[in-house]
């Protein structure tokens, strides 16, 4: 058996993420009945202000009431309340065995997960990866990583297999379950996995995650004498990194017009996008990005022969330069783009 | 579960398809420990064998250049139901493994 490596500073967001998805919040619509919890607007309430366009007439007889949406049905608060909690909260009746789920695993599972979990190419590995964790490329898995096996019923259940989500039945994600502990070494080959038992099962990562003490922000806020807010500039922003898309961005001037501001990065982004595969490394014969020897001719010819063979492609002496790479839904301009992109670094 | 080598058996027509997951770190004996800096010794698996009813019918000669916790597959005719398959390994640092399983 093996043991996992404790004290990884992992925050525990991550995990959280996992438990609070399957998390239930009841709707606020409708006749909630005089609930004691939940906004309520009134004439004995100081009004909050709630900016909506539809105002329906408030009922003062009936609390809670906004005049839309329907209560929801038990039936309708089933079909979203599936999550599984640690204790076992929320788990069905049913119970599958190690040699039901492998045969189950086998048909459903391991085309992408691999005959022992462990990861067909690059689907995700689930089984293995013990003591993995403080190593350079840490292989989290549900033996060596989840904290709880309600997480593995929750998972399978809710979103696997991957193209056929909640197509398996309670007795047959048991099953699973149970197969995929086993391939983790966690229980042996004759475990059966019950709604009772679930909760009990020791996972080796359990008490691997902390509550990361940091405080969420660091600065202490400023109550007097502070800075003239119109001496703080905006020094960077992620659009210097060149990844957002930031021909969607509308200024509040140019509202209504259409923006046209260039995008800096285009031609960089369309480089990589649909020139790169050749022009990185030379592929088919095309020059080098940034190898001055192999454009310094090319060059000579001028920008607009560069941009028309660009555009409309040209067999040359060298190869085939396909038109716009091949990918003919870029404007002439994003080609251009490119093409002033590839021959700066090519004449720096 | 002592064994870290994992067997599938599963016999169709006349033919056995075997898949299995071996444990092992292969350590090449080129990789640096990026804390120290010093080499890593290399420890990888330099012999498979598969035997079906102790006779040896796959022998596979390793190095360094396979990977870590190695999946191996691999056919066999003539096999039968209920025979036994046996896996086993020897490393350069003279370990070994081996497990068992009956074909089906």
Known sequence: MYRSTRGLPVAVAAAAVLFIAGRFVPALAGDTGGAPEGPTIGPEVPAVEISLAYRPELDPGRAGYYGFGTTATPEMIAGWDIDVRPDGTGLPEGSGSVEEGEPLYEEQCAACHGFFGEGEGRWPKLAGGYGTLTEARPEKTIGSYWPYASTVWDYVHRAMPFFEPQSLTDDEVYAIVAYLLYLNDIVGDDFVLTRDNLAGIEMPHRDGFFVDPRPDVQNVACMKDCKDPDSIKITWDSTDLGVTPTEFFKGDEEEGETATAADPNLGLNVYQQACATCHKGGLAGAPIVGDRDQWRTRLAQGMDVLVEHAVNGYQGSAGYMPPKGGQIQLTDEEVAAAVRYMTASASE | ?104
């Open chain 2, 1 to 104: 579960m002592a064994s870290g080598i994992r067997i599938k058996a599963k016999l169709t027509g006349d033919q056995v398809e075997v898949k299995t997951l071996m444990k092992h770190e292969m350590e090449t004996g080129t990789r640096k420990d990026s804390k120290t800096g010093e080499t890593v010794p290399a420890h990888y698996i330099q012999e498979v064998k598969a035997e079906i009813n102790g006779n040896v019918v796959m022998t596979a000669n390793w190095g360094p250049a396979v990977s870590k916790n190695p999946y191996l597959s691999f056919n066999v005719n003539g096999a039968k139901a209920g025979d036994t398959l046996k896996i086993s390994w020897v490393d350069n640092k003279g370990e070994t493994d081996s497990a068992e399983t009956t074909i089906s």
